[in-house]
């Protein structure tokens, strides 16, 4: 029976979504069930016996305390017993543990940087996306640093949790063992977008992968990268997200050229699609008119000179 509930997988029994998980997370799951099982057991145990020895030697029916002299079989007993689970408990998880850090020698690397509030993630070959694509049954391995605040990489699905830490490399590794997509989570408070700190896993089979490589290798775009290193400066892309993804403090940038706009104007709401003039006067005068929903908390950049903002205007009218 044990052997049974311990071959089931965490997934199965909750009936999450399934999509893709990895060997580890079955492991990570049959460690914690196991802990669960001793300790459900050991409670009912101790529980049972105080409840039995207090009905069994209450006063009434025990009137007079017998001295109870030293009993060695009892002792051992009580001392071998918990020290054989504790060390299985041990070995479960240690077992665990060296599978999360041996990385098999045929992984393939990504290199993950974390910033506030986004992940990046670098491929062998120079490409890089804001999600994580990799190859079904290929492990993969992932070495990660912040350029700012500690964050921390967390794939639930995969059991895979690992601080991102300023200063220094962390590493974690997977090998998805099906198809499919699972979410990225950062799971270290990291300011205020780190709820949105979001992304995903998708997972290709071997052919796909491969084609998705070869595929859309990043063309070189000067353009793109003055004005993003521009932004950078001005810590814009601090709260303005480029990727799409949602920030309480600030509208997305992305395809903010023509996208419908509903802003306060003399006391009226008045709904338009976003155009140049608009996007000039929202970086030079931030607060006048604020897209609805929106708290007045950006201030205009400092000493930006004309020729900065419309090399940054030039690429808001392309970010798709
Ligand atoms: Cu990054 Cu929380």
Redesign the pocket.
């Known amino acids: 029976m044990l052997r049974l509930i311990l071959a089931m997988n965490m997934t199965e029994l909750t009936g999450a979504v399934s999509g893709p998980s990895t060997d580890v997370a079955a492991a990570v799951d049959n460690v914690t069930l196991f802990l669960h099982i001793v300790s459900g057991l050991m409670l009912a145990l101790v529980t049972g016996l105080m409840l039995y020895f207090v009905v069994r030697y209450h006063r009434s029916r025990h009137p007079k305390a017998v001295e109870v002299k030293s009993n060695v079989w009892l002792e051992v007993t009580w001392t071998v017993i918990p020290t054989i689970l504790v060390m299985a408990m041990f070995w479960y998880g240690y077992e665990g543990f060296r599978m999360l850090r041996d990385v098999p020698d045929d992984a393939m690397t990504v290199k993950v940087t ?1 910033r ?2 986004n992940w990046t993630f670098e491929y062998e070959n120079g490409k890089s996306t804001q999600e994580l694509y990799v190859p079904v049954d290929k492990p993969v391995k992932l070495l990660m640093r912040s350029v700012d ?1 500690i ?2 990489f967390y794939v639930p699905a995969f059991r895979l949790k690992e601080d991102v830490v300023p200063g220094s490399e962390s590493m974690a590794w997977f090998k998805a063992n099906s198809v499919g997509q699972t979410d990225i989570f ?6 205020e977008a ?1 709820a949105y ?1 979001l992304s995903r896993v998708v997972v290709l089979d071997s052919d796909e992968f491969d084609q998705w490589m070869e595929s859309e290798l990043p063309t070189p775009d000067p353009e793109a990268a003055a004005a993003l290193a521009i932004m950078d400066a001005h810590d814009c892309t601090g709260c303005h997200s480029l990727s799409g993804s949602h920030n309480p403090d600030a509208p997305s940038l992305k395809g903010i050229f023509r996208r419908e706009t509903l802003v306060e104007r003399d006391g009226k709401e008045v709904k338009f699609l976003a155009d140049e003039e608009y996007l000039i006067r929202s970086i030079r005068d931030p607060g006048a008119e604020l897209v609805k929903g929106y708290a007045p908390t950006m201030d205009a950049p400092e000493d930006m000179s004309d020729e900065d903002l419309g090399v940054v205007i030039e690429y808001l009218k392309r970010v798709e």
Not at 186 to 191: I, N, S
Request: glycine share 8%; with cysteine.
């Open positions: 974390a506030m509030w605040v964050h921390s950062c799971a270290e408070y990291c300011g780190h700190m």
